[in-house]
């Protein structure tokens, strides 16, 4: 379909880089955000402000797009639900409710029989108490964490016994495992068994938040390939259209461990903006609407530097060489563990 408006729910950064990525192939876009400052409102054509569970907003967004995608993953399910029944959403809301929830989304990881964390779910202090085979490892809240937000990390068993969780909420425990190296697999997907999936990115995170990404990741052969194959496979059994990317951990012996699975562009892949022909935005803006899928090739190794919180007033008043590119998000706040915005560097 030519002359295409697709409605983008979320409006940070990620919802900006879509926005951009559409402007480049001609795809008119509305952002959707309960944000009145959304950034992304800066990137897109139009601009709709409101509750996400508002029906009147939800009309007024629907009527001015022919397709829906989103940028987050945490959007209530009868928000996508209800949209999806007058205009097509894609990835399919169903695939939101698997893998918004941190215990149906480890099952269904297991279900594909790949590797994660041990993990059980936390429902009350009995339960919670009761598991020190555990030790050490992490509570995260079932839903909405992010960033390592609702984490708690468990060091010992006196820790376990001392910590006080709030049971309105939901949580899993997770083994803690001693990292090797993280990896992300960025792959977009056009429809039954097409693909064209980014080579494993490196990760570093810092305080659960991701630092820096880095291709080529330095992992062996035989994981490049079992990551690939994995994030192929797990796309393929959600039938995933659009972007997705797979999060793992390698540990000290060389397992590989499904982290988690992003249903959406990914912080780790904003380094194809810049090092490839066409970046994961364009990739998914080309899958969701239907568009050719082009051949997506690698031009330069890269290395990307989140700026979270007050790092982005240095770069803000930097001078940059022909091979680092800096993204300011415009957030109106800077805040601690905010991510601000980001440099790519191009090796060249
Ligand atoms: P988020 O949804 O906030 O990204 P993650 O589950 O990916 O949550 O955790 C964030 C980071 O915390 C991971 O990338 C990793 O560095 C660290 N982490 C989380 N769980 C574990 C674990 N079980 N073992 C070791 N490190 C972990
Ligand atoms: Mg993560």
Redesign the pocket.
């Known amino acids: 379909m030519v002359n295409q408006t697709l409605g983008i729910i979320g409006g940070g950064q990620l919802g900006s880089m879509l926005a951009s990525a559409a402007k480049k192939i001609n795809i008119r876009t509305v952002i959707f955000s309960d944000d009145q400052d959304a950034p992304g409102q800066k990137f897109s054509d139009d601009f709709v402000f409101g509750k996400y569970d508002d029906e009147n907003i939800i009309n007024e967004f629907v009527e001015k797009v022919d397709i829906v995608t989103f940028e987050f993953e945490n959007i209530p399910f009868e928000t996508l639900n209800k949209i999806n029944e007058v205009k097509k959403v894609l990835p399919k809301p169903n695939i939101n409710k698997i893998i918004q929830h941190r215990l149906y989304e480890k099952d269904f990881i297991n279900k594909c029989n790949f590797r994660t ?1 041990l993990y059980d779910s936390i429902k009350n202090d009995k339960e919670l108490k009761s598991k020190t085979n555990f030790v050490p ?2 509570i ?1 809240t079932s839903t909405f ?5 609702g ?1 708690y990390k468990i060091n010992s068993v006196k820790e376990l016994e001392e910590i006080n969780l709030d049971y309105n909420k939901e949580y899993i425990i ?4 001693n ?1 090797k190296k ?1 990896i992300s697999v960025i792959v977009t997907r056009f429809g039954k068994q097409k693909y064209e999936i980014y080579e494993p990115i490196e990760n570093i ?1 810092e305080d ?1 938040i991701l630092k820096n990404s880095k291709i080529p990741a330095e992992i062996s052969n035989e994981i490049i390939e079992k990551s690939k194959d994995w994030a192929k496979y797990i796309s393929e059994e959600l039938d995933f259209i659009g972007t997705l990317c797979v ?1 793992y ?1 390698i540990d000290k012996k060389d397992n590989l461990y499904v ?2 699975i992003a249903p959406r562009v990914h912080n780790s892949g904003h380094l194809t903006i810049n090092s490839h022909n066409i970046s994961q935005f364009e990739n998914h803006i080309r899958a969701v609407c239907g568009l050719n899928k082009e051949e997506t090739k690698k031009l330069f190794n890269a290395k990307m530097i989140n700026l979270i919180g007050n790092d982005i007033l240095v770069y803000r008043n930097k001078k940059f060489t022909s091979n680092e590119f800096f993204f300011d998000y415009l957030k109106k706040e800077v805040k601690p563990k905010r991510k601000m915005g980001h440099l790519t560097i191009l090796k060249k």
């Open positions: 964390t490892g992490i995260k964490g992010y960033d390592g937000k984490q997770e083994k803690f495992i990292l993280e995170h659960q999060e951990f982290n988690e």
